[in-house]
């Protein structure tokens, strides 16, 4: 049976505006404050998505949420109706007020974790939706990310979701920023590796001083054990402290794999000799051979990789066995980085291409390809169960984007996010979307 690794890229929502909440992601708080352009933002993930499917890979589309998030900010303690909450918090709390408008769902390489059915105890895809409480405005995104996940993977025979993680700090889930796949073939046992930055209860592990550690072992662990994986296909590796407080907020700011290969930077991992060795001896059990490229910091600093979001990549497999990178254009504008690229592409080992795209509205807000995009490993039975409607195809390519032109403003600022009018333009565009992806009532105001 065929298998595939599909990529759910998420698409820009019409709030998209840089308001520089997450701490620790230099990015986004670089940015802050700054004009944003939604609609160029939304076309420029459609394009992305539309030049992978143009390619042959599997493509899908993950919807937004519905912001600014009303009911959020009801329930702290603003009152009257939606445009007097609106106005009451703009006038009140500002800060509340853009966190609850805030557009990072189009991030779902956060959204969940996901194991393939060839992993798991019970031969089903498992999802579990992150919590991301470390940051007030991402953790409100998983009640809605749970139905929405479950309205495209609905058939209760070949999926199973589970609830967010306890909401607290000990059990901190930021989903597959920090996890990632080996295998030899997408519809094979592999081997899952998950990355963590400290441990709640355990004090032998180091932490950060600077920036928080988003993701901690516990949680790693719990995941784990809902998706019903074995001991022998797991591996837990540490983040460097060190590079979290350069601003590596998540796994995937400083390392990617794919099918057998891990590419990362010298200074990712703790322990790195060790990780590997396990990761090379686990995976050559299910007949899989590990292959590891190491950046060296001599070539590329971890400031370079931040700048540049040289990891945060996506590696896709070729038909002849070779590799494929993603990277944002100021991988080509780090002088560095471009000089490194383009040695490791001649040099005949497994990363043969480089492909650039224009993602600078996300970049600019702090994520990169691989934050737009949470894969899902699927064979062709459960391709056919997904719900059609969030496949990527040419005129599902050419109605989003007819979508995004009628719905979308060309320029978001603060003081945007407080015109009521905002909502009304959000609510009726995302009612719109869900009959052209086939969602159903997945948004608080179409359930209310």
């Known amino acids: 049976m065929k298998s595939y690794e599909v990529n759910f890229d998420g698409l820009v ?4 505006n840089y308001g520089g909440l997450s701490y620790g ?3 986004s708080q670089s940015n802050s404050q700054q004009s944003s352009n939604p609609k160029e933002a939304a076309l420029q993930g459609l394009a992305k998505m539309k030049a992978l499917m143009d390619m042959g890979f599997q493509q899908g589309v993950l919807a937004p949420q519905e912001r600014p998030d009303v009911a959020a900010l009801r329930r702290l303690g603003f009152a009257g109706s939606d445009a007097q909450v609106i106005q009451q918090a703009a006038k009140e709390a500002m ?3 853009v966190a609850s408008c805030s557009a990072s769902s189009m991030w779902v390489a956060n959204a969940a974790t996901v194991s393939p059915s060839a992993d798991t105890a019970d031969g089903r895809v498992h999802f579990t939706a992150a919590n991301l409480n470390c940051k007030y405005h991402r953790s409100i995104e998983h009640p809605t990310t749970s139905r929405v996940l479950g309205a495209m993977f609905a058939n209760q025979h070949h999926f199973a979701h589970h609830a967010a993680l306890p909401a607290v700090a000990q059990f901190g889930d930021e989903g597959a920023a ?9 519809g094979e046992a592999g081997v899952e590796f998950f990355v963590f930055g400290r441990s709640a209860f355990d004090t032998r592990y180091p932490a950060p001083q600077k920036y928080p550690a988003r993701q901690t072992l516990e949680a790693s662990q719990a995941v784990a054990r809902l998706h019903g994986l074995r001991e022998e296909g797991v591996v837990y590796a540490q983040q460097n402290p060190s590079v979290i ?12 794999g794919n099918g057998e290969v891990l590419f990362y930077h010298e200074d990712a991992f703790l322990e790195t000799d060790k990780m590997l060795a396990e990761l090379s001896s686990k995976l050559a ?15 590329v600093t971890v400031d370079d990789a931040v700048r540049s979001y040289l990891f945060n990549s996506q590696l896709l497999s070729r038909p002849d066995g070779s590799m494929l990178l993603i990277v944002p254009e100021e991988c080509r504008s780090n002088e560095r980085v471009w000089q490194y690229l383009q040695g490791l592409t001649g040099a005949g080992g497994v990363i043969r291409e480089v492909k650039v795209f224009d993602l600078k509205q996300s970049m600019q807000n702090g994520g990169g390809p691989a934050c737009l995009r949470l894969r899902v490993a699927l064979n062709e039975t459960e391709l056919a169960a997904v719900n059609p409607g969030v496949i990527m195809t040419a005129p599902l390519y050419d109605s989003l984007t007819q979508w995004v032109e009628r719905h979308y403003r060309d320029r978001m600022t603060e003081n945007d996010l407080a015109d009521p009018q905002l909502l009304l333009e959000c609510r009726a565009a995302l009612d719109e979307l869900t009959q052209i992806l086939k969602l159903g009532a997945v948004y608080p105001f179409q359930i209310n």
């Open 13 to 16: 929502g019409p709030t998209h």
């Open 25 to 27: 992601n230099v990015a």
């Open 95 to 97: 800060p509340l007020l």
């Open 178 to 186: 920090n996890h990632t796949r080996f295998c030899r073939a997408y």
């Open 245 to 256: 407080d350069q601003g590596v907020f998540h796994n995937d700011v400083i390392a990617v």
């Open 285 to 299: 059990k299910v007949g899989g051979k590990f292959q590891s490229v190491c950046v060296p910091r001599s070539a």
